[in-house]
């Protein structure tokens, strides 16, 4: 995950680097840096073990992270959850200001269509079938709306039920990552299905590892704010379920992803252990 870290910080720079002069791009860059770029790592993988070279592939794991990053800096804005750290560095809207924040947030998102429409990927029937996926996936039948339904549920006169959350995190968490695992076969013009069911499993499995980060994690070592859930009184699966049924219930999605990885075989073991990476993680 490192190298593959690393190989999108490189290609940010690249793409980032010819728009040097734009006022916004110091913030865009600001945004794009550090994580786990778990996203851009999956359609990594997904690509490779459908036979797709990584210099295709860089560009919609790129995008994905583009999107993603877009999306915390949204996110972290005070008229949504008002956070002062990101990735143990400022928040945009610190660093510099809300209407920088928000510009900045705009032009990632654009950039993330652009990259996923560049003719290295392959043709045209492939960037669409990329771009059409990432437009739900990100848009108002997916992040989106259950960005909108998380902060509904903030003024909300019954508190949420388990399956509430669950359809919560599908959109708000479990979009992006679905997208990112059906990159791969996507690019192949192959059966998505496996992924899809993996990747459905795998990312209700990391938003319950947040809400436990939230619970015992330290904002040091996660690098963002913890215990808000908790202190704005907002319904979770820990807050649900406690702690070791939360736990328990991670796991058993964490198998549940592996074994939707079977027709692959062996070489989608890396997939496997990022899925359990994901419920073993301190940040």
Do not use: N
């Amino acid at each position: 995950m490192k190298t593959c870290a690393d190989r999108i910080q490189t290609q940010f720079d690249l793409v980032l680097g010819d728009l040097a002069d734009v006022p916004v791009v110091a913030a865009m860059a600001h945004a794009t840096r550090g994580g786990k770029r778990l996203r851009g790592f999956l359609v990594l993988e997904s690509a490779r073990v459908h036979g797709i070279d990584e210099h295709r592939a860089i560009w919609p794991a790129t995008a994905i992270e583009a999107l993603h990053a877009y999306s915390l800096v949204h996110d972290d804005l005070p008229c949504m959850d008002d956070d002062d750290l990101r990735r143990g560095l400022p928040t945009l809207h610190r660093k510099w200001d809300e209407a920088t924040a928000i510009l900045a947030g705009d032009a990632l998102q654009t950039l993330a269509f652009d990259l996923v429409t560049q003719p290295e990927i392959g043709g045209a029937e492939v960037q669409v079938a990329l771009a059409a996926a990432l437009a739900k996936a990100s848009g108002a039948e997916g992040m989106v709306l259950g960005q909108a339904l998380d902060i509904a549920a903030e003024t909300a006169e019954t508190p949420l039920s388990l399956a509430d959350i669950e359809a919560l995190q599908k959109g708000k968490t479990g979009a992006l990552i679905e997208w990112a695992a059906m990159a791969g076969p996507r690019m192949a013009q192959a059966d998505p299905e496996p992924l899809r069911a993996y990747s459905a499993a795998l990312g209700l499995a990391f938003q319950i590892a947040d809400d436990i980060l939230d619970v015992e994690g330290d904002a040091q070592t996660v690098g963002k704010a913890t215990r808000k859930d908790a202190d704005a009184g907002k319904a979770t699966f820990v807050s649900l379920l406690g702690l070791a049924e939360a736990k328990r219930r991670a796991a058993d999605l964490v198998q549940r992803a592996c074994d939707c990885l079977s027709v692959y075989g062996d070489d989608a073991e890396t997939l496997r252990e990022v899925a359990r990476f994901v419920i073993s993680r301190k940040t």
